[in-house]
C-alpha cells in the first residue's frame, strides 16, 4: 500500500501523490506569538515533525515551511498593557516557542517566515484580488481592505459549509464599511497608537490569513503539497486562506491535514489550565524525549485528554523502550540504525500516520529483545535494536540519537565514575563476608536515587525516575 493521509477538503483518505516527483512542500501554521506556547501548541509541532520526517525517510526532499504570526490584536494589547514596543511581546514568545520545539525534538523547518516580514507580498496578493473583483478597500478611507466572500462561490467548501450558510467572519471589531457580513478583512486599517504598515489603500496591518497565504506562495509557490494546522483552525482561517489564494488563481494546498487538540478532563483548554500546562512546568514531571513520546503517540488526529497519570504512563512506556536499547549496547557494544523499518512499521506510518500502529510494532521488538536478551541471543538482540533504532528515529524518539543521548551525558559519566567506586568498595565488602556494610552501601545509593539491580554479567545501575 502507498502513503495516503485524510484530507480535510476531501473528507476522506486519499493516496499522496506530489507535486513534484520525489519533493514534498509542507506548510504548517504555527506560532502566532501571544504567551508561552503549552502543549497544546506544541503537540501539532510534534505531530507535524513525524510526518516531516516519514516523509523524508520515504526519500522524499521536504520544504517544510512553518510561519510566526508576530503581530496580533492580544499582542498589540499585552505591549500596550506592560509599556513596551510590540515587537519585544513577540520576540520574547518566539524564543519560547523555539526554546520549546527544540526541547522536544522538533527538527528546525526549512524557513520560519514572520508576517511582519513579508507586507509586500500581502500587499501583491491583495492588489490581484482587487484587480480581479475578489476584494475592495472599504470606502470610508479607514484602511480596510476587504475579501468579497459573495464573489468566490466556492468559499466554504474546505470546510464544508454551503456559501448561504457560512457564519459570519468573527475577526472584525470593526464592521467598518463591509459590504456583506461574511466578508472578512485581508488588511486592518490603522488605529490611532497601533502599528501600521503604508499600502495604496492607506497604512494598516495585515490580516491573519492574508499572511498565511503570501508566506506559504512565497517559499512553496502557488501550488504546495500539503497544508497542516490545528482542528480549530479550519474555519475561518484555512477557509479563507484557500479562497484568497485561489479566488487569486493559485492552486494553493492539495492535502489539507489538520490534528485534533487537547483537552482536559474533556473540555477545552481554558486559559488557567493552559498556563499549568507550559513546557517549563511539564518538563519539571517528565523529561523532553518523555512529553514528545506522550504528545506524539496518539493519532495526529486524534484528542488528546490531558492527564498526570496517562503523561507518566506515556514515560514508563518510554523507559521501556530506552532500557532495552541500554542494555543491548552494555551487551553488544555500539548499535547501528537498520536501514529499513520493518514492514508493519511502515504500513502503519503509510496508512494517515498511525503512530500508535506503529508504536505497537516497537514495543513488539522491544519485548522479544528483552527475551532475547535474558536467553542470551545475541544475534537476534542486535537485530532487533538495529530496527528499533531506525523506527525511533522516525519518530524522532531514539534514545542513542544524537539529539537524546547527549542529553546529560557529562553529569552520567561523572555519576557512572562515583557509582563504580562504591560498588567496587561493595564488592569488597561482600569479599570480605561484611554484608551489613555491603546492603549499608547499596541502601545509601537507593537513597541517592541509584537503583542497583545483580545481574549475571555483574551489578548494573539506574537511576529511579518518577
Ligand atoms: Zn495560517
Redesign the pocket.
Known sequence: MSLRFYDTSARQVREFSPLREGCASL?L??ATVQAPPHIGHIRSGVNFDILRRWLTHLGYEVTFCR?V?DIDDKIIATAAREGVPWWQVSERNQRAFTHAYDALGCLPPTVEPRATGHVPEMIELMRRLIDAGHAYPADDGSGDVYFDVGSYPAYGELSNQRPDQVVEAADTDRERDKRDPRDFALWKGAKPGEPSWETPWGRGRPG??L???A??TKYLGPSFDI?G?GLD?VFP??EN?QAQSRAAGDGFARYWLHNGLLAVGGEKMSKSLGNSLRIPQMLEKVRPVELRYYLGQAHYRSTIDYSDAALQEAASAYQRIEGFLTRAVEVLGEITPAAEVPEAFAEALDDDLGVSQALAVVHGHVREGNTALAAGGKERVRELASELRVMLGVLGLDPLSDQWASEGQGLREVVDALVAVALEQRQAARGRKDYAAADAIRDRLTEAGVVVEDTPQGPRWDLRRG
Do not use: D, P
Open positions: 506548510y501554521c504555527g510561519n504570526t491573519w490569513h499572511e498565511c497565504s508566506m506559504a497544508h494546522g483552525l482561517h484555512h486562506e
